[in-house]
């Protein structure tokens, strides 16, 4: 993909690798993407929120429950030319494989028809649990209906 003019969401989850993600947004934006950064609230015990509006030069969300953006998820959802998962939690997962949207990232991923790419990243044990496995290969509702 090109990303010159494109919208992306980055969905970061809470594992170790939230660190590559900043470098993952910057090189995003330096090819020309507007990337709308969402963050679950594990994510920004590893990375404050600062630092991805710093690295994108747009607005962080971390919450469904933000004044004046009722609607933000279900735009988020809508809009962008894909949503990138990085990293995606065994947790973020399982949650999203069950279908649930109890925070921003979850809402937005279950609301999303088009294309999510999908970067899983734990520790080996985690990755190789059946139940993560499982999660992982719920395509149509881990990482969307087209991914
Ligand atoms: C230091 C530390 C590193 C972690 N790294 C990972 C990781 O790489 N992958 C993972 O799936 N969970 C990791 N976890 C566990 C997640 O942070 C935890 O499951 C959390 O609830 C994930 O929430 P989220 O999926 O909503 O972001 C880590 C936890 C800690 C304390």
Redesign the pocket.
């Known amino acids: 993909m090109r990303f010159a003019g494109r919208h992306l969401v980055l969905g970061v ?5 939230c660190y590559k993600s900043c470098t993952l947004a910057r090189r995003l934006t330096e090819a020309g993407a507007a990337v709308d950064v969402i963050l ?4 920004a015990e590893f990375v404050r929120p600062v630092t991805f509006e710093a690295l994108t030069g747009r607005p962080v969300l971390t919450s469904l429950w933000e004044r004046d953006r009722a609607l933000a998820h279900l735009g988020l959802a809508k809009q962008p030319d894909l949503i990138v998962l990085a ?1 995606a ?4 997962l399982a ?1 999203a494989a069950m279908g649930m949207a109890d ?1 921003l ?1 979850t809402a937005v991923l279950l609301a999303r028809a088009g294309p999510v790419l999908c970067a899983p ?3 080996d044990a ?1 990755y190789a649990h059946p139940a993560t496995l499982a999660n992982t290969r719920r395509k149509d509702r881990a990482s969307g209906r087209a991914g």
Do not use: F, Q, W
């Open positions: 989850s809470g594992g170790i690798a679950t609230a594990a994510a990293p939690t065994a947790n973020v949650r925070d990232l990243a734990m520790n985690m």
